[in-house]
């Protein structure tokens, strides 16, 4: 894909505050570190379009950005951070439940998970909650560059077993720093806007 442009356009907790363009929306999810804000910018060429490596304590919010004027990126908050409060937790889930739970736009969602470690419970809720809303999800394990390509099978299997993927559900190896794989992800987002 050609990026010709890729702008930010807002952050959003509540629904009003969501783009109201109605252009496609193709979200991204995962553990916070997962490398998430680094595989946007890799998809996007940007470097610094989504932060790296957001202050945990922040608020979290939806952000959305724009792509050569035709669909938006959402960059959904991430989970799984060691010290947050209950309050916190509860908000995280009322911003995701409100996204989620009703978003037209909404194509496709990547769910990001670390190649080299099983993913944990809250990735698997995190994947039967995005099959409950009936959304396509596709899996991206991240920083493929941090293990061999010998050990690629075996932790592909390790990812599809814990997170209960089907056979036909794609996991696609993306390495932000190698950028390798990038490829693989636009034309599963190509194709998901034909679907
Ligand atoms: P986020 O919290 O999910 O947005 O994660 P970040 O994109 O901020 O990345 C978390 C850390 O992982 C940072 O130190 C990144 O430099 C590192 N990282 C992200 N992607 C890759 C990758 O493809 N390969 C390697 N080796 N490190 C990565």
């Not at 916190?88 to 990547?110: P, T």
């Not at 050990?151 to 720093?177: F, T, V």
């Amino acid at each position: 894909m050609k990026i010709k442009n890729a702008e930010f356009i807002t952050s959003a907790v509540e629904k009003h505050q969501y783009p109201a363009e109605g252009l496609p929306e193709i979200a991204f999810v995962g553990r916070s570190n997962v490398g998430k804000s680094s595989s946007i910018n890799t998809l996007l060429n940007r470097k610094g379009i989504a932060r790296i490596s957001q202050n945990p304590g922040k608020t979290r919010t939806i952000n959305f950005y724009k792509v050569n004027e035709e669909f938006h990126f959402v960059d959904l908050p991430g989970y799984g951070y060691a010290k947050v409060s209950k309050t916190e937790q509860a908000k995280w889930g009322g911003i995701m439940e409100r996204y989620l739970s009703d978003r037209q736009e909404l194509c496709s969602i990547f769910l990001l998970v670390d190649i080299r470690h099983e993913p944990k419970e809250d990735d698997r809720i995190m994947y039967e909650w995005i099959k409950h809303f009936g959304y396509d999800c596709t899996v991206i394990a991240t920083k493929s560059d941090k293990i061999t390509r010998g050990q690629y099978q075996k932790h592909k299997a390790m990812i599809k077993n814990k997170l209960g993927l089907a056979d036909e559900e794609k996991i696609i190896l993306l390495s932000s720093l190698k950028k390798t794989g990038i490829d693989e992800v636009w034309d599963e987002i190509i194709s998901s806007f034909e679907r």
